[in-house]
Structures are given as C-alpha cells and as structure tokens.
C-alpha cells in the first residue's frame, strides 16, 4: 500500500495491518509537496488517506461469499492541520457478523464507519464517514 501511487505522492504511510485485518493505522507528516496555500494538510491529501480502508477490510475479513464496494464517503474538516496525522480503522468480529446478518436475506447491508484524522495532540483535524455496501453473492444466495 505504501508504494500506491495515491498514497506515496501525498506521503501516506501505512504503519500498520493486522494479520486478520481488524485493525489498520494509518499516518501522514505535513511536507511542502502535500500542504495546501495556507501551509496546512491538503483536504484532498486527508481524504485519501482513509478512502480504501474498511472496503480492504471486510473484503479480507468477510468472505469470498460477499461482494464489498465503498458506496459513499464524506468528509467535515474540523481544524487545520498541521504536523503529523493519523487515522486508526477497527473492524472487530462483531461487525462482521453484523454485515452477515444484514446481508443474509439477499438484499444489500449500507454500513457507517466514522474515522478521525487526530493530529499530534490527539485532536480532531477531519472525520470522514464512509458507508460500506456488502451483499450476499448470488450464487451462495437460498
């Protein structure tokens, strides 16, 4: 992940994968190659930093039953930031049987994750919502 295009022109760090995939951290030091006019984070910058994440997550976590996509992301920049951030992904053994549940009668589970961008000082710089689509494959439909 540390050498997708995306991530290393915007100097996104993956610090961290689970091997089972429930936790992901992430990181992004300010640089003058990914700061906007006003020497702070580029919201673009922000914004990738947690786009691939929880899809990656349950993809890996789910099943090959399930067909997984990203299906809507919003983000509200709260405070400018500055230095380093960082965004921390959970996705534990409850919520996926949740999504299995949601998605076991056939029709397609919209679920909300919240993350926060924190800064150095543990404070919130952005918080994106992102809705993940899961869904039972046809073919292991009853």
Known sequence: MNIWPPFLGAGIRVTHIAEDYSEVRVRMRLHWYNRN??????????FAMVDPFYMLMYINRIGKEYVVW????????L??????????FVLGDEMIENAREL????????IDHAVDILDDD????ARSLRKVYVRLKDRHRT
């Open 37 to 46: 006019y006003v020497k702070t984070h580029f919201g673009g910058s922000l």
């Open 70 to 77: 990203d299906k809507a992301a919003s983000i509200d920049f």
């Open 79 to 88: 405070r400018p930031g500055r230095g380093t951030v960082r965004a921390r």
């Open 103 to 110: 998605a076991s009668a056939g029709s397609a589970a919209v």
């Open 122 to 125: 543990q404070r919130v710089v």
